[in-house]
């Protein structure tokens, strides 16, 4: 689950959301060097 400001922006298990390269969490995760 991604959240912005308090509202749910994505909702799907992590690995979904990473195989989703314009997700908000892939961007996240890339921005943390994780990816």
Known sequence: MVLDQGYIKEFSSPNILLSDKTSIFYGMAK????V
């Open 31 to 34: 921005d943390a060097g994780l």
